[in-house]
C-alpha cells in the first residue's frame, strides 16, 4: 500500500529513512514533498483514501474490480486480491468513485473497465478476473446499456 503507518505517503521516499538524512533541511524539504504527494493524491478522483480499522490505505479506483455492501461494511476487491472492508453504506462509497463504476445490484458497484461480458441466463456481469457479479432486476436496462457502449468502444 501506499499509505504508511509512518505517515509517509510515498513508498519509494519510504525506503531512505528519515534518520540518514543528513541535516534538519533535508528532513524538512523531505516532509514537505509527502505534504505535496498527499494534496496531490486527496485531490485526484483516480486515488482512494481508504481507511479502515487496521489502517489507511490509498488505492487506484482502476485497480478496483468491485465494491460490495456487507451490512455496514462495504468490502472493496482489487484485481490483485486485496480487500479492503471498511465501515460504511454502499451508495456514500458511490459517490467518491468516478463515473465508470456502475450500481449492478442493491449491494454490489462493479467497475465497467473490468467488464467481460454478462451471462443473461442467470444475469450476472463477468469480469475479467473471473468474478460473477449478479443483477438486480432494477438495473438490467443500465447494465445492458453499459455493455452496448463498451461493446462499441472495442
Given at each position: 500500500?501506499?499509505?504508511?503507518?509512518?505517515?509517509?505517503?510515498?513508498?519509494?521516499?519510504?525506503?531512505?529513512?528519515?534518520?540518514?538524512?543528513?541535516?534538519?533541511?533535508?528532513?524538512?524539504?523531505?516532509?514537505?514533498?509527502?505534504?505535496q504527494c498527499v494534496e496531490e493524491l486527496e485531490?485526484?478522483?483516480?486515488?482512494?483514501?481508504?481507511?479502515?480499522?487496521?489502517?489507511?490505505?490509498?488505492?487506484?479506483?482502476?485497480?478496483?474490480?468491485?465494491?460490495?455492501?456487507?451490512?455496514?461494511y462495504v468490502v472493496v476487491t482489487t484485481h490483485?486480491?486485496?480487500?479492503?472492508?471498511?465501515?460504511?453504506?454502499?451508495?456514500?462509497?458511490?459517490?467518491?468513485?468516478?463515473?465508470?463504476?456502475?450500481?449492478?445490484?442493491?449491494?454490489?458497484?462493479?467497475?465497467?473497465?473490468?467488464?467481460?461480458?454478462?451471462?443473461?441466463?442467470?444475469?450476472?456481469?463477468?469480469?475479467?478476473?473471473?468474478?460473477?457479479?449478479?443483477?438486480?432486476?432494477?438495473?438490467?436496462?443500465?447494465?445492458?446499456?453499459?455493455?452496448?457502449?463498451?461493446?462499441?468502444?472495442?
Amino acid at each position: 500500500p501506499i499509505g504508511l503507518p509512518e505517515g509517509r505517503i510515498c513508498r519509494f521516499l519510504s525506503l531512505r529513512p528519515a534518520g540518514h538524512l543528513p541535516s534538519c533541511e533535508d528532513q524538512a524539504c523531505l516532509d514537505v514533498l509527502c505534504a505535496q504527494c498527499v494534496e496531490e493524491l486527496e485531490g485526484s478522483a483516480e486515488v482512494l483514501q481508504i481507511h479502515t480499522r487496521q489502517g489507511s490505505y490509498a488505492v487506484s479506483a482502476s485497480d478496483i474490480l468491485f465494491c460490495q455492501s456487507d451490512q455496514k461494511y462495504v468490502v472493496v476487491t482489487t484485481h490483485t486480491g486485496e480487500l479492503y472492508r471498511k465501515i460504511g453504506k454502499l451508495g456514500e462509497f458511490a459517490q467518491a468513485l468516478p463515473p465508470y463504476f456502475l450500481r449492478v445490484h442493491q449491494s454490489f458497484l462493479v467497475n465497467t473497465r473490468r467488464l467481460s461480458g454478462l451471462d443473461k441466463t442467470s444475469w450476472e456481469v463477468l469480469l475479467d478476473s473471473g468474478h460473477r457479479i449478479p443483477v438486480s432486476r432494477a438495473y438490467h436496462g443500465a447494465v445492458l446499456e453499459q455493455i452496448q457502449k463498451c461493446r462499441f468502444k472495442r
